[in-house]
Nanobody, 117 residues
Framework: QVQLVESGGGLVQAGGSLRLSCKAS????????MGWYRQAPGKQRELVAL???????NYADSVKGRFTISRDNAKNTIYLQMNSLKPEETAVYYC???????????WGQGTQVTVSS
């Protein structure tokens, strides 16, 4: 079992910044990739950023150049630095982890990010 706990969400004005954190606990040794998804009301959950165990990253086109995903393996924690936030990026942001060997996905409870205009 893996537990993922997000933190760092909140209310910011357009153009502001937030840093999200996700702490993984439990059976974390075989986690190969972690990342962030977001879901706005009435919309599908979408990929924001992924980071592999080796440090390779992938970003949604809409956030490239503004968001940065990073990983601290010693703390079993990933971060999402979000800069120049836009109101349309208001959503619940979910932490994600995957164990490739078992094909198992894990999800956090989500943290609300609200960007005001």
């Amino acid at each position: 079992q893996v537990q993922l706990v997000e933190s760092g969400g909140g209310l910011v004005q357009a153009g502001g910044s937030l840093r999200l954190s996700c702490k993984a606990s439990g059976s974390t040794v075989s986690i190969n990739a972690m990342g962030w998804y977001r879901q706005a009301p009435g919309k599908q959950r979408e990929l924001v950023a992924l980071i592999s165990s080796g440090g390779s990253t992938n970003y949604a086109d809409s956030v490239k150049g503004r968001f940065t995903i990073s990983r601290d393996n010693a703390k079993n924690t990933i971060y999402l630095q979000m800069n120049s936030l836009k109101p349309e990026e208001t959503a619940v942001y979910y932490c994600y982890a995957k164990k490739i060997v078992t094909k198992i996905d894990y999800w956090g409870q989500g943290t609300q990010v609200t960007v005001s205009s």
